[in-house]
């Protein structure tokens, strides 16, 4: 998320059918997920910094949008930080640790510190890390450290598009 404020207007003033959901998404997370729009063959998570109790708008815009079902991890503001990296990347440690012998593929936006969390959690875990592709939602240049050996895209359409992304889904 970029624009905190944009963030807290929509939520206050539109409603879950008026959320927008990149296009393409949908079918890129149900071919990482191994599956179809309706089920999916390996498990797929959320990994949020919004407030749980955004919970119900969030699933039923992401039903809405035909996003598979996945598990939801929201941020409890009573009890995590606000920080991005030191919100998200316990969660994700969690997971890896759940799954140790589950190969991940990550997405994630250049918004706030995803490409951050990412790169350490292939540094402490790189058996576990297929791949990781950042949205560029920031019009950051791709080139930036921060996205080294990272796959930046505009277009989710663009990362069925990477020659290397069917291996990376289905080597899992």
């Known amino acids: 998320m970029t624009h905190k404020a944009q963030m807290v207007l929509g939520t206050l003033t539109r409603s879950q059918f008026e959320v927008k959901v990149f296009d393409h998404a949908p079918e890129t997370v149900a071919s990482v997920g191994g599956g ?18 955004l919970h119900q708008r969030i699933a039923g815009a992401f039903a809405q949008a035909k996003l598979p079902v996945g598990s939801m991890i929201l941020r409890s503001y009573s009890r995590e930080p606000l920080d991005a990296y030191q919100y998200k990347h316990p969660h994700l440690e969690e997971l890896f640790k759940a799954f140790p012998h589950r190969k991940w593929v990550l ?24 791949h990781i592709y950042i949205h560029n939602a920031t019009n950051a240049k791709p080139t930036e450290a921060r996205f080294k050996d990272m796959t930046t895209f505009i277009n989710w359409a663009d990362v069925a598009k990477d020659p290397s992304f069917g291996a990376y889904v289905w080597k899992q």
Do not use: C, I
């Not at 997405?107 to 297929?130: C, I, M, N, T, W």
């Open 107 to 130: 997405f994630g936006d250049s918004g706030e510190k995803d490409p951050e969390v990412y790169a350490d959690l292939r540094k402490a875990h790189p058996e576990q890390v297929a």
């Open 36 to 53: 179809t729009l309706e089920s999916t063959a390996r498990p797929v998570f959320y990994l949020s910094g919004s407030p749980w109790n």
